[in-house]
């Protein structure tokens, strides 16, 4: 059974820094392309970075450029999303998705499978 479990995410404080963690099983995670999704209250999900299966490319929401950054271990079947300079608007559960092919998207129509989501509190 394709599985994706979060981990990483707490309470931070502003200008602090997190890494979450997707751990993958149940499926080869070099055949898939990884989404990171976030959603906060009252908000849509919105995609934060996603990268390709080969790990050859990466693309990020403007809203976290510089800041953000998303890598792969697929020996290690886990992606990693680490998050600096944190500021309360990035306050939301986190979600790690994925899906079958070569290319990745940050639109969450395009993914098929979920996991349940961590969450991050940054928060002074």
């Known amino acids: 059974q394709l599985q994706l479990v979060e981990s990483g995410g707490g309470l931070v404080q502003p200008g602090g820094s997190l890494r979450l963690s997707c751990a993958a099983s149940?499926?080869?995670?070099?055949?898939?392309?990884i989404g990171w999704f976030r959603q906060a209250p009252g908000r849509e999900r919105e995609g934060v970075s996603c990268?390709?299966?080969?790990?050859?490319?990466?693309h990020y929401a403007d809203s976290v450029k510089g800041r953000f950054s998303i890598s792969r271990d697929n020996a290690q079947h886990s992606v990693y999303l680490q998050m600096n300079s944190l500021e309360p608007e990035d306050t939301a559960t986190y979600y790690c998705?994925?899906?079958?092919?070569?290319?990745?998207?940050?639109?969450?129509?395009?993914?098929?499978?979920w996991g349940q989501g961590t969450q991050v509190t940054v928060s002074s």
């Open positions: 998705t994925a899906r079958i092919g070569h290319y990745c998207s940050l639109s969450s129509y395009d993914y098929d499978y």
């Open positions: 149940g499926f080869a995670l070099d055949g898939y392309s």
């Open positions: 990268i390709w299966r080969t790990s050859a490319i990466a």
